[in-house]
């Protein structure tokens, strides 16, 4: 379920600006931001167990708190590992919160991007990609996924080694996503048995720049006078 987007070079040209010129220029700006694209992450990549509702039915929100990187304050997309049993094409919701305390604790941050999708096959401890609108955090923001789950459902894959303190868990009949501070189950993993790292990440590019622009006008340039 991975989000592709289209290439730059199918709509770099403007009029008046010859194919080849525009060509450097898709390069240039190519080559810039895939050597910039980050990745917010605080798993290793290999899972151990899954968790959900043991004895009711509920949404479930699960999720990292991370601290946005200079340079890498745009999201654009939130990654998941899911538990080999969730069945197929099952709603999910990826959720973007910024923390205005910057506090490590995402009760009272505000839901500032949303991205939806369905659940896909999968190898275990692999990751399905939900694209969301590109949206600017700063300081401490938090994302996660949001799923309505039957009791002994276990979508969230948890990785044990190397705990952050980082990861959260909320429960609700219909958790209010506007305040996750009212949900009647709340916990930060590192205060249960099950203390570990969730398997959600986040992807991020950085802002245009100054540098980006200047190395394309260079391009122009070099062009125009050959």
Not at 44 to 72: C, H, K, R, V
């Amino acid at each position: 379920m991975r989000i592709f987007r289209r290439s730059i070079l199918n709509s770099i040209a403007p009029a008046g600006i010859p194919l080849r010129a525009a060509a450097v220029v898709a390069l240039v700006t190519l080559g810039l931001s895939s050597a910039s694209a980050f990745e917010y992450a605080i798993d290793d990549g290999s899972g151990n167990y899954t968790i959900g509702p043991s004895q009711f039915d509920a949404e479930m929100l699960w999720g990292n708190y991370f601290d946005a990187e200079p340079g890498q304050e745009i999201i654009t997309s939130i990654s998941v590992s899911f538990a080999g049993s969730v069945p197929l094409d099952r709603p999910v919701s990826v959720l973007l919160f910024e923390d205005p305390t910057d506090d490590l604790d995402p009760t009272d941050a505000a839901l500032v991007a949303q991205g939806l999708g369905l659940t896909a096959a999968a190898p275990v401890n692999s990751f399905l990609e939900f694209d969301i609108p590109d949206t600017q955090v700063d300081g401490g923001f938090f994302v996660g996924v949001l799923m309505d789950l039957a009791q002994h459902d276990t979508p969230a894959r948890m990785d044990p080694q190397n705990p952050q303190g980082r990861s959260w868990l909320f429960f609700d009949g219909d958790i209010d996503l506007d305040d996750l501070g009212t949900a009647p189950v709340i916990y930060n993993m590192a205060n249960t048995p099950f203390n570990g790292n969730w398997m959600v990440r986040a992807q991020s590019v950085p802002e245009p720049s100054a540098i980006i622009y200047g190395s394309i006008l260079v391009a122009l340039l070099s062009w125009r006078r050959s």
